[in-house]
């Protein structure tokens, strides 16, 4: 199972605790007010946007606070002024690990992201070392047991889909960024469920782990990625079988 399907999978199922912290809103009132103040309030005109709002809907956020979202990130009403980057380095075995920052505070997020690599067995990188290695795709995972694999092809391609890709427990529809909302819209229109979907950086080749001990220090540093405040997305291109996964968790 690759990297970037699998662990965002789980990162799915365990967004319900999450939620309950807050963390799952926090990110998507962020990404709401970005996508807002760069592509217009508008979701039809807005694909990110649109994005945004069908990304919070999912997780039941009320409509008041997608509104208020997007009324502060089009500076109809007063709201703290996201910063974009990434950060990009190396995870135990040379993982590469990329992972985007959305934050008021450039200095803060900088020392913490640089504290976590180094506590946790990988390096920081420079700008673009690993970021040629990932391509912008759009992500639709299904448990194997929801149709066939002839079936979820035909339906999946002739919807627009670039690949159907066997991932282990997991079938992986993936699609050009532009066209994912259409090929999800097919998806839930025929009440076809998916594990997940998401427009994400799929890697063009992975590292394989089977070391138990290198795995378990990898999703340590993918975990304390992910509950930094400043981190809304982790990207990595590790490979971890299926019966090593599954001991670890």
């Known amino acids: 199972m ?16 999450d939620a309950k912290r807050g963390k799952v809103f926090t990110r998507l009132i ?7 103040r760069m592509g217009g309030a508008n979701p039809d005109g807005n694909p990110r946007l649109r994005a ?4 919070a809907k999912a997780e039941n956020m009320p409509k008041d606070n997608i509104d208020r979202a997007i009324k502060k990130g089009a500076g109809e009403l007063e709201g703290v002024n996201y910063e974009e980057f990434n950060y990009e380095g190396y995870g135990p075995a040379g993982v590469a690990v990329l992972v985007d920052i959305m934050t008021d505070n450039r200095n803060r997020a900088a020392s913490e992201i640089r504290h976590i690599f180094s506590r946790n067995n990988g390096n920081l990188g420079e700008a673009g070392c690993v ?12 448990d194997k047991k929801t149709m066939a694999e002839e079936e979820l092809m035909e339906m999946a391609l002739d919807a627009g889909a670039e690949d159907v890709a066997d991932q282990g427990d997991q079938f992986e529809v993936i699609t050009a ?22 427009v994400t950086m799929v890697p ?26 400043d981190v809304q997305n982790v990207y990595a291109n590790f490979d971890i079988p299926d019966e090593l996964m599954e001991s670890l968790e």
């Open 52 to 55: 945004a709002v069908l990304a």
């Open 30 to 36: 962020k990404e709401l007010m970005v996508a807002a």
């Open 2 to 17: 690759s990297g970037h399907s699998k662990w965002a999978t789980i990162k799915h199922k365990k967004g319900a605790a």
């Open 131 to 142: 970021a040629w290695m990932f391509n912008k795709k759009g992500s639709i995972v299904f």
């Open 177 to 198: 960024p532009e066209e994912f909302l259409n090929v999800k819209e097919v998806f839930d229109q025929k009440g076809i469920a998916y594990e997940l979907a998401e």
């Open 204 to 229: 063009q080749t992975t590292v394989k782990i089977e070391d138990a001990k290198t795995a378990q220090q990898l999703l340590k540093l993918m975990d304390a990625l992910e509950d930094s405040d």
